[in-house]
């Protein structure tokens, strides 16, 4: 069974960095995409960043690009998200998330497209 667990989330001032991890198990990175979700408080889930791990695509959401940075070590199975200059709506439980082969590269910021899911990390940013 596949399982991802995100962790590394916690409380920062504005203008700060953190940096978030997510260990998989039973899957193999060279075949799925993989990203970060986050959701807010009264918002829908949305796509942070993802990676196509079959043509190499990598998306970032316009309001992250330049500031977080995804990353993965197939070998070890883990995925990252470092996240610098963190502004008060990053506020949100982050997730990390997985899609079987076959994903195509324009849906991977669709969180209907992931099929695995972490629990989910709190990062807060107070202003």
């Known amino acids: 069974e596949v399982q991802l667990q995100a962790s590394g989330g916690g409380l920062v001032q504005a203008g700060g960095s953190l940096s978030l991890s997510c260990a998989a198990s039973e899957i193999t990175f060279d075949d799925y995409a993989i990203g970060w979700f986050r959701q807010a408080p009264g918002k829908g889930r949305e796509a942070v960043s993802c990676?196509?791990?079959?043509?190499?695509?990598?998306y970032y959401a316009d309001s992250v690009k330049g500031r977080f940075t995804i990353s993965s070590d197939n070998a070890e199975r883990m995925l990252y998200l470092q996240m610098n200059g963190l502004e008060p709506e990053g506020t949100a439980v982050y997730y990390c998330?997985?899609?079987?082969?076959?994903?195509?590269?324009?849906?991977?910021?669709?969180?209907?497209?992931?099929?695995?899911w972490g629990q989910g990390t709190q990062v807060t940013v107070s202003s």
């Open positions: 998330a997985a899609a079987r082969p076959g994903i195509i590269s324009s849906s991977l910021s669709y969180a209907t497209e992931y099929d695995y």
């Open positions: 990676i196509s791990r079959s043509d190499g695509t990598t």
